[in-house]
């Protein structure tokens, strides 16, 4: 299931979402398809503990454009999309050249791969932005998360891909609340 527009403005409202400026970034993003983007860019403001578009590190702001380069790649064109609400030095950010969503820690410096689009990326805020809406707690919370892993894993499986990586370790967490 992919969420339209109506359903990311019901849980979060239109004054709770942003809209990423595509027109800003038509230098550097290409010819990536329309399916890499979450309807109309919508993006959610805060999804509380995962995700917030108030970027807290000197000299950047929300859709900076970072050019880094990795090894003997040369540089590429990173989008800042938002942080961590727990770690301001944790940047997700729209890889401009494939469209994925990765996340740049700044302190090692060190990039881990979030989602392998930016629709599934906000399709994952808006799955847990659910579930933390109507947070039953203990068990069923656990059981909700695993339900909700196993519906992502069809939306983006390399998500999971590594069993440290940002959403295994996030469900995780999730899904060990049944104690």
């Not at 979450?38 to 859709?63: H, K, R």
């Not at 919370?141 to 891909?161: E, G, K, Q």
């Amino acid at each position: 299931m992919t969420a339209t527009h109506e359903e990311l403005t019901a849980l979060w409202g239109a004054d709770g979402m942003i809209y990423f400026p595509l027109d800003r970034f038509d230098d550097v993003l290409g010819p990536l398809r329309p399916e890499v983007f979450p309807p109309f860019g919508a993006i959610p403001l805060d999804v509380p503990i995962l995700f917030t578009v108030d970027v807290n590190v000197s000299g950047m702001e929300l859709f900076s454009k970072l050019n880094i380069e990795i090894g003997d790649a040369g540089p590429r064109i990173y989008i800042v999309l938002g942080s961590s609400p727990e770690d301001p030095q944790l940047l997700f950010c729209l890889d401009a050249l494939t469209g994925a969503v990765v996340l740049l820690d700044l302190e090692t410096p060190n990039f881990e791969s979030v989602n392998g689009t930016f629709a599934a990326f906000v399709e994952f805020l808006y799955r847990l932005g659910q579930l933390i809406a109507t947070d039953p707690g203990g068990r069923a919370r656990a059981a909700r998360a695993a339900a909700i892993r196993a519906d992502l894993m069809n939306v983006d499986s390399s998500a999971f891909a590594d069993p440290e990586s940002w959403w295994s370790l996030a469900f995780d967490q999730l899904e060990s609340t049944s104690r």
